[in-house]
Nanobody, 115 residues
């Protein structure tokens, strides 16, 4: 089992920044890919950003150039730095981790961007 705990959500004005954290614990040795998804109110969950064990990253088009995913292997934690936030980024953000064929999710953290 892998446990993921997010933190860092909150309320921010448009144009502001937030940094989300996701701390992993448990059977983390075989984790390969990690990332973030979000659920915008009234919409399905969507992919935001991912990072491989080798450090390769990919992003949804809607966040490219504004969001950055990175990881600190020593702390078993990965992050989502969100800059130039827009009201349409308002969502519940979930971190995930892939371990073989299994996908683990965090409990979610709410991000609200006001105008």
């Amino acid at each position: 089992q892998v446990q993921l705990v997010e933190s860092g959500g909150g309320l921010v004005q448009a144009g502001g920044s937030l940094r989300l954290s996701c701390a992993a614990s448990g059977s983390i040795n075989s984790i390969n890919n990690m990332g973030w998804s979000r659920r915008i109110p009234g919409k399905q969950r969507e992919f935001v950003a991912g990072i491989t064990s080798g450090g390769a990253t990919n992003y949804a088009d809607s966040v490219k150039g504004r969001f950055t995913i990175d990881r600190d292997n020593a702390k078993n934690t990965f992050y989502l730095q969100m800059n130039s936030l827009k009201p349409e980024d308002t969502a519940d953000y979930y971190c995930f981790a892939l371990r073989g064929l299994l996908k683990y999710w965090g409990q979610g953290t709410q991000v609200t961007v006001s105008t």
